[in-house]
């Protein structure tokens, strides 16, 4: 398995593999591993001896014997993994799920967003909302828009105001005898929530 193609590091690639294979030998490791593709096989193994010690000493991989090596009077030592590293192993795997749930909530904020964006998009060509829209309406469209991660000023390059107009409307701020005056706070009904715009421009209706 080569470094491109590893999806976890090689700590856990090693733990795992002691974990599984049972007990073995760094060559073994190498063999089964290839943590270092394009170097030559003493020169992989050295790399993993090191990746080893680092893992013992931290506690998750010990030295449990020897057996024979291809070397005169130098033997091999048998690694395995200890409770600490088959407690890291899972806390691994448990983080791993969680960073894919989080990054699949991601993409789908950014699909969100992209779909909204293009109805403004849409919108602005088609002179439906522009500098002459209501004030009470670019209100309301601005704050699903901004709901939907499109940023104040693509917002107000459409309505053609300031960004900070575009801001304050969005924290239900106004303008009122020459003082700033809090409404209520920004609230999106159920329906008209996240995908509200994209889906009510698609029927034709927003």
């Known amino acids: 398995m080569s470094n491109r193609q590893r999806s976890e590091p090689l700590r856990i690639s090693l733990l795992r593999s002691l974990r599984d294979d049972g007990p073995q030998t760094s060559m073994e490791l190498t063999l089964r591993l290839d943590p270092y593709p394009g170097k030559s096989l003493t ?9 080893l ?28 993994i200890t409770p600490a590293g088959r407690s890291h192993l899972e806390n691994w795997a448990g983080h791993t799920t969680k960073r894919a ?5 991601r993409a789908k904020r950014v699909q969100r967003r992209d779909a909204a964006l293009h ?27 901004r709901a939907e991660g499109i940023p104040y ?16 409307d969005c924290k239900g701020v ?6 700033m005056v809090q409404q209520q706070p920004m609230v999106i009904p159920p329906d008209e929530g996240p995908g509200y715009l994209w889906a009510r421009t698609r029927e034709g209706v927003a």
Do not use: H, M
């Open 101 to 105: 749930a989080i990054a699949s909530q």
């Open 43 to 51: 020169q992989a193994r050295n790399g993993l001896n090191g990746r």
């Open 153 to 168: 000023g693509w917002i107000a390059a459409v309505f053609g105001v300031s960004r900070e107009v575009i801001r304050l």
């Open 119 to 145: 109805s403004l998009i849409r919108q602005s060509v088609n002179g439906r909302w522009g500098p002459f829209t209501p004030t009470a309406e670019r209100r309301a469209i601005s704050r699903r828009l």
């Open 174 to 179: 106004v303008r009122c005898k020459g003082k």
């Open 53 to 80: 010690g680092d893992s013992r000493r931290a506690g998750y991989a010990e030295v449990t014997g020897t057996v024979p090596s291809a070397y005169r009077n130098t033997p091999a030592y048998l690694w395995a």
